[in-house]
């Protein structure tokens, strides 16, 4: 009897320190939804991340160049259709646009083993899967950044950001071993299936989400003049624009690195499947260390420092894999790069993201989202054309000690220019003018289904008129 007493107050002690605080995000259902979507998502997107590039380097022996290509074909819907896209998004509803990217996401993974099986896998079709990869990300993803900002107050989108952080996070620590593991039991191509699995899963899983979205387009729209009122803004908005040109220049670096990591860590490391795998739990360690402790870092020197120190981090890491040895100090250096990368992107990305969100009047929030990103991944293209021409002509190392430096001298430039160093709290929104083209009002609703917790403050908001972090790219949930 004693003992049975013991134990009921022992799990009622466990249950108190589990709890969640009484403000805690997750509380709130559509959120929790929307974090575990993401979660989700993140766990499949682990076997994309490693499959795709390893059926083209090790399956169809591509170059470096081609490696490059195929990056730069992902990245080139960003560059043709990011500005039209985020007029259009201005003008619908975000969900069920962002819910249609991933059913879409699903198909074109699966098309991969199909192909494969079918015994027409070849380079070309690998380039048209990116790009239309690309698409779905110019889209769906712009669609989910907008669609936290329906669920979160602003004032809490750096924690929201680091939440959704948190969730990829733990896909990555656990994800990739697993990855590697699969791919070497049944190979790249289809173990893309557990992927289109998991897709589907945050499809159901999103389609619960409660947000009251009422379109109401004016009569005067103006599909031009509203894709210019969105430029302008960015362009009229010192914050946007320094974030803009310092993301995308620390993009092209980032995108020089990646073409070549996969070909160096097989070719010059001589790692296999399962063990690239492993060493991407070093990502993972990276991406869950800064999402738990970024909104503290954060809070602490600024978001815009936060933002350089990222930049820092990240370019700390290429250069060390550019002198790793090709030994066993070597393959642990890789898995450092990793650590590095993970800390870094996630402390550039949820301050980038909450800063551009934060700034920004509700009409605009499509058109800057879709600006921003289009900004920031023009040089990516470039960047990653870079990394594979030099090294294919110079040497693999060469690549990421362009990536290590670019970033350096970005982190230095962008110091020195002095707004971003002097960004300590999130900004207040500028003001809405006539001449934004205001294309929808949205109305959130002021209660859910479910009780909401006093720190997540739900208001009536009359909107006239931005997911988680791929900690590598702006993507959908995964990110």
């Known amino acids: 009897m004693v003992s049975l007493v013991v134990q009921s107050r022992w799990w009622a002690v466990l249950r108190r320190r589990l709890a969640l605080p009484a403000d805690d995000l997750l509380r709130d259902a559509a959120y929790r939804r929307l974090w575990t979507s993401i979660l989700i998502s993140s766990l499949g997107g682990q076997v994309t991340m490693l499959a795709l590039p390893l059926t083209a380097a090790v399956l169809l022996q591509a170059t470096p160049t081609q490696m490059g290509l195929l990056v730069a074909m992902e990245i080139a819907p960003f560059v043709l259709l990011s500005l039209p896209s985020g007029v259009w998004l201005d003008r619908v509803r975000k969900l069920p646009v962002y819910i249609a990217g991933e059913a879409g996401l699903s198909l074109i993974v699966v098309s991969v083993p199909l192909a494969w099986w079918l015994g027409w896998l070849a380079m070309p079709w690998m380039y048209v899967v990116a790009f239309i990869m690309g698409c779905v990300y110019v889209v769906a993803g712009s669609a989910a950044q907008i669609v936290l900002t329906q669920v979160v107050p602003r004032e809490r989108l750096i924690e929201a950001h680091s939440r959704n952080a948190l969730a990829s996070s733990g896909a990555e620590v656990a994800g990739p071993g697993f990855a590697g593991a699969l791919i070497k039991a049944v190979g790249a191509p289809v173990a893309l299936l557990l992927d289109a699995c998991m897709l589907i899963g945050s499809v159901l899983i999103l389609r619960g989400v409660r947000v009251q979205e009422v379109l109401t387009p004016p009569k005067d729209a103006h599909f031009w003049r509203d894709l210019q009122a969105g430029v302008r803004f960015v362009r009229g908005t010192p914050l946007l624009i320094t974030m803009a040109t310092a993301v995308g220049l620390w993009q092209m670096c980032h995108h020089a690195a990646i ?109 800057m989202t879709s600006t921003m990103r289009w900004l920031i991944l023009l040089p990516a293209g470039p960047g990653a054309l870079i990394g594979g021409w030099l090294g294919e002509h110079v040497d693999l190392r060469a690549s990421l000690a362009f990536a290590g430096v670019g970033a350096l001298a970005v982190v230095g430039l962008a110091w020195r220019h002095g707004l971003l160093r002097g960004v300590h709290r999130l900004p207040e929104a500028e003001p809405v003018e006539a001449s934004y083209g205001a294309e929808a009002s949205v109305a959130l609703p002021a209660a859910q289904d479910s009780a909401e917790p006093s720190g997540v403050r739900r208001e009536a908001v009359d909107r006239v008129g931005d997911q988680p972090v791929q900690a590598q790219a702006e993507q959908p949930a995964r990110g």
Do not use: D, K, Y
């Open 259 to 367: 073409v070549v990591q996969i070909l160096f860590a097989t070719r010059t490391l001589g790692l296999s499947e399962s063990q690239i795998g492993l060493s991407f739990v070093g990502l993972g360690v990276g991406t869950v260390l800064a999402s738990t402790l970024g909104h503290r870092v954060s809070a602490r020197i600024g978001p815009g420092p936060c933002l350089l120190l990222g930049m820092a981090v990240s370019a700390l890491g290429w250069l060390l894999l550019a002198v790793a040895p090709a030994n066993a100090l070597g393959r642990l250096l890789f898995g450092v790069m990793l650590l590095l990368f993970g800390v870094g992107a996630v402390l550039i990305f949820i301050n980038f993201l909450s800063l551009r969100q934060s700034v920004t009047p509700t009409p605009l929030l499509g058109r």
